[in-house]
């Protein structure tokens, strides 16, 4: 069973940074695609980045330019950048690991959540 285990969040004022960590049971260069998501309460949870397996990245357009993901094979951690944040970004943040089968079945593994609060 893969486990995904998050880092970093916490209370930030505007224009703050903060870097999420998600350390995962295996090789994250190994599945399909590794990204992050967010919830806001009162909201469905939604795309922020992801990085493929091939190293492509694709972001959320409320987050380009602001968030970068990235990851470290040799350490099985995939990292979430968060610069110039604000409160609009305060949710949730989950990783998720995912694959396919060769019909294109999905299978999605998810982290537990971190907290990130921006707010003065």
């Known amino acids: 069973q893969v486990q995904l285990v998050e880092s970093g969040g916490g209370l930030v004022q505007p224009g703050g940074s903060l870097r999420l960590s998600c350390a995962a049971s295996?090789?994250?260069?190994?599945?399909?695609?590794m990204g992050w998501y967010r919830q806001a309460p009162g909201k469905q949870r939604e795309l922020v980045a992801v990085?493929?397996?091939?190293?492509?990245?694709n972001y959320a357009d409320s987050v380009k330019g602001r968030f970068t993901i990235s990851r470290d094979n040799a350490k099985n951690t995939v990292y979430l950048q968060m610069n110039n944040l604000k409160p609009e970004d305060t949710a949730v943040y989950y990783c998720?690991?995912?694959?396919?089968?060769?019909?294109?079945?999905?299978?999605?593994?998810w982290g537990q959540g971190t907290q990130v609060t921006v707010s003065s």
């Open positions: 998720n690991a995912r694959n396919y089968d060769y019909t294109f079945r999905v299978y999605d593994y």
């Open positions: 295996e090789n994250v260069g190994s599945f399909n695609a």
């Open positions: 990085i493929t397996s091939g190293g492509s990245t």
